[in-house]
């Protein structure tokens, strides 16, 4: 099926243990994104990639890093993890003028740092 | 500093009843609007959505009301259907100032009771 592809679904991660969220998209989208949900808070943007070649800070890229592969990947990083980065994370791409249907998301990634 | 407020973190219908949403935004230069919708564990998806330059937007069940002058949108669900029990995002885009970002609001929680 067409859409976005976040792994993995769930992580633990310990204190201080890295690693990194993978997400593809094939719907030839130039623009690429990582949000955030966390309860009261809504969806906060991490950081994006606005097309190849390119990546921006959003509202909160503090602890992360990400990595623009190629038009298909855009994978996130927590080089050092810490309990305020549990969190859902979502991955989203789009067309670069958001043609009328804005972003589609991937399903998710929940990961619990203790 | 919320760009995006939506200030009824939930809300109760009855089956068969009206749902209305409602979504204010402090950013003038936000010209398109779009809602979203989303079921645990699943990314958000695509509801509707409405440029700057229309006052209303209607696809089958769901309307969006824009007013301008009062920074402030609304969707309506007529009739509303126990299947839109989810949490509803509204989204802003500043498309004139060359951006496709997304500022998402906080969500509200809809609950269509039988």
């Known amino acids: 099926n067409a859409g976005v592809t976040q792994t993995p679904k769930f992580q633990v991660l310990k204190t201080g243990q890295s690693m990194t969220l993978q997400c593809a998209q094939d719907m030839n989208h130039n623009s690429m994104y990582w949000y955030r949900q966390d309860p009261g808070m809504g969806l906060r943007l991490i950081y994006y990639?606005?097309?190849?070649?390119?990546?921006d800070k959003g509202e909160v890229p503090n602890g992360y890093n990400v990595s623009r592969l190629n038009k298909r990947e855009f994978s996130l990083r927590l080089e050092s993890a810490a309990p305020s980065q549990t969190s859902v994370y979502f991955c989203?791409?789009?067309?670069?003028?958001?043609?009328?249907?804005?972003?589609?998301f991937g399903s998710g990634t929940r990961l619990t740092v203790v | 500093d919320q760009q995006v407020k939506q200030n009824s973190p939930s809300l109760s219908v009855q089956e068969g009843r009206i749902s209305i949403l409602n979504c204010d935004y402090t950013n003038s230069m936000f010209d398109y609007f779009l809602w979203y919708k989303k079921y645990p564990a699943e990314g958000p998806t695509f509801l509707i959505s409405?440029?700057?330059?229309?006052d209303k937007n209607e696809d089958g069940r769901f309307t969006v009301f824009l007013n301008k002058s009062a920074k402030h949108l609304s969707l309506h669900i007529v009739p509303s259907q126990p299947g839109d029990s989810a949490v509803y995002f509204c989204?802003?885009?500043?498309?004139?100032?060359?951006?496709?970002?997304?500022?998402f609001g906080t969500g509200t929680q809809l609950k269509v009771e039988l």
């Open positions: 409405i440029s700057s330059i229309k």
């Open positions: 990639s606005a097309s190849e070649g390119t990546t």
């Open positions: 989204a802003a885009s500043g498309l004139a100032g060359g951006g496709n970002k997304l500022t």
């Open positions: 989203a791409s789009s067309h670069r003028d958001l043609s009328n249907y804005g972003y589609t």
